[in-house]
Structures are given as structure tokens and as C-alpha cells.
């Protein structure tokens, strides 16, 4: 029973060990990073940073946390920010988000983004640079309020994450429920993509910020009332943030998607006009007034039926 009992003593005494040694290797390694970040000319601030979850966590946290690009027209800020693991799996990783932080994003300005739960969960390859295997995250009773006054918000949103074969390729699936925007409820939203982006997801990835080069729609599905918007087809992402490429769009109700597409600022009156006399002729063509498949074509910053413009393109980054 003694030599039992200091076997126990003497293990325990190493795990307390080990966690020590690795909380301490930990807070080295966060700050080393944060260090090198600003270095690369991006602001990180924060109030305090600490390592706690003995025996079989660390879980880091840091209070107030505030961060901005070198360029200025990226920043997130939030009461606080924690990255849980458990401690013989250091790999894996959980991220918890308080119920408010700010966004300040190109073109958009100031966003505030409230939340009842946002939590991800991610795994890295266990290599020198990081490299993200896959991730998930989940958000509950989200919404963004910009400071134009508009709104967005979501019932629950999950994303999923995966790397493929080719280093900068992703695959990527999005589930959005109860979406509301401009005073439309989108009932439901998926997305299933692959999406290239102009460097890998790893510990190097905010000096420069990735960003989309290439999007391939497997399928995207929306649905609002009786309406009903499908797009399938792939499309490259310019310097400018403008996509190149073809989508084909199946709508059933495609006029009520039309004035969704005006209500949230898609489509400017004078498109959506002329967006109906096209569409018009070509359900009258089809023999079906309500359901449409229709080929798009995208190039310069602009949405083309064929010769026809039907109008500009938002930029996606």
C-alpha cells in the first residue's frame, strides 16, 4: 500500500510538472508570437494575459484585448478572449467569444457583433507553422448592427472548415437559420464550397491577412417564403475584390428575390428594373412565369445575362 501510494505521489508530482513547465513554455510561446505580430506593424493591446486550468487544461485568456492591421482597415476589440485546451492534447483547440466585440472592416466601418454563444473548436497539425487540419464554429442568436443603423442577425449559424490536399485550398460549409436582413427572414441558408485563398491558415497567416482567390460553389441554397435561390458554378476574386467567373442561378419566385435583393442594397432600383425585363422575356421563353435557370456570366465589377448587364457586383473583400 506505501509503495502504491508513492508511486501515486511521485506521478503526480511529474504531471504537476509537466503542466507547469508547459503553462510557462505556453505563455512564452503567446507572447514571442505577439511580439513578432507587432513587429510586422499590427497593433495588439490587451489588459492582461494569463495561463490557468491545472492539472489538465491551459487555458489562456486575455482581458481586453484590442487588434489592428498595419493597414488600418481591419480591427476586432472585446471585453475578453479565451483559447482552451486540455493539456496532453495541446493540438486542439477551443475558442470562446464574449457576448459583444467589434469589427471594423473595409468599406463597412465600425460593426457590432452580439452573440448568446460563439464558440469554435479547431485542429492543428502538429508541425512547426500550425497548420490548420479542420474547424468548426457555432454561433447562437448572432447579429452584426453597422453604423449606417442596418442590421443582420441569425438564429444559429454553424461553420465548418476542412483543409484539403492543396495548401491554400479549403473546403468550406456554412448552415445559417433565421436569417433576418432589411426587414427579410430567410428561413434557411447552406453552403457547400471550395475556397482558395492567397496563403494557408496557420501562424503566419495575419502577416499579410489571407484572403479568397477562389470560390467553387458545390451548392448554395437559400430559402424565404416561396422563394427559393440556388447557384452553383465557380468564379476567381481580383485585387479589387470583384469575381470573374459563371454561376448559373435556379429562382422560383424570382421577382420577390429581386426586391429582397434591392431591400438589402444588392441591387440599385434602376438594375432591378432592368433585371425584370430581362427575366421577363426569358420565364416567357421557358413557359414558366415563376421558375428560372439562369446563366450569369461575371466579369468587371458587373452581373451579365448573356449581352445584357444586370447590373454591379458587390466586392467580396
Request: glycine content about 8%; cysteine-free; aromatic content about 6%.
Amino acid at each position: 500500500m506505501r509503495k502504491l501510494l508513492s508511486i501515486t505521489i511521485v506521478l503526480a508530482l511529474l504531471w504537476a510538472g509537466y503542466w507547469f513547465v508547459a503553462a510557462r513554455g505556453l505563455d512564452k510561446a503567446l507572447n514571442a508570437g505577439i511580439e513578432a505580430q507587432r513587429a510586422a506593424g499590427w497593433t495588439i493591446a490587451y489588459d492582461d494575459l494569463s495561463v490557468s486550468g491545472f492539472p489538465n487544461r491551459l487555458d489562456t485568456t486575455l482581458t481586453a484585448p484590442t487588434i489592428a492591421a498595419p493597414t488600418g482597415d481591419f480591427g476586432w476589440s472585446a471585453p475578453f478572449f479565451q483559447v482552451l485546451t486540455l493539456s496532453y492534447r495541446p493540438n486542439h483547440i477551443i475558442a470562446v467569444w464574449p457576448e459583444t466585440q467589434t469589427l471594423t472592416l473595409p468599406d463597412l466601418g465600425k460593426v457590432t457583433v452580439l452573440n448568446t454563444d460563439m464558440r469554435a473548436s479547431a485542429v492543428v497539425r502538429a508541425e512547426g507553422d500550425l497548420t490548420l487540419d479542420r474547424a468548426n464554429l457555432v454561433a447562437e442568436q448572432i447579429a452584426a448592427r453597422f453604423e449606417t443603423g442596418d442590421r443582420i442577425a441569425a438564429d444559429k449559424v454553424l461553420l465548418a472548415l476542412r483543409a484539403t490536399e492543396e495548401p491554400t485550398t479549403y473546403d468550406v460549409a456554412v448552415d445559417a437559420t433565421g436569417l433576418s436582413a432589411a426587414g427579410h427572414v430567410i428561413t434557411a441558408t447552406k453552403v457547400n464550397a471550395r475556397v482558395g485563398l492567397s496563403q494557408p491558415l496557420n501562424r503566419f497567416a495575419l502577416a499579410p491577412l489571407p484572403h479568397a482567390t477562389r470560390v467553387d460553389l458545390d451548392n448554395a441554397r437559400i430559402e424565404w417564403g416561396e422563394t427559393v435561390v440556388t447557384a452553383t458554378g465557380g468564379f476567381d476574386i481580383d485585387l479589387d475584390g470583384y469575381a470573374t467567373g459563371a454561376l448559373t442561378l435556379g429562382i422560383t419566385n424570382w421577382r420577390a428575390a429581386l426586391t429582397m435583393a434591392q431591400d438589402m442594397g444588392l441591387m440599385r432600383p434602376a438594375d432591378v428594373k432592368q433585371a425584370t425585363r430581362v427575366l421577363r422575356l426569358l420565364a416567357a421563353s421557358d413557359g414558366d412565369d415563376t421558375t428560372l435557370d439562369v446563366p450569369l456570366s461575371l466579369r468587371g465589377g458587373q452581373v451579365w445575362l448573356g449581352p445584357v448587364n444586370l447590373g454591379r457586383m458587390p466586392r467580396l473583400r
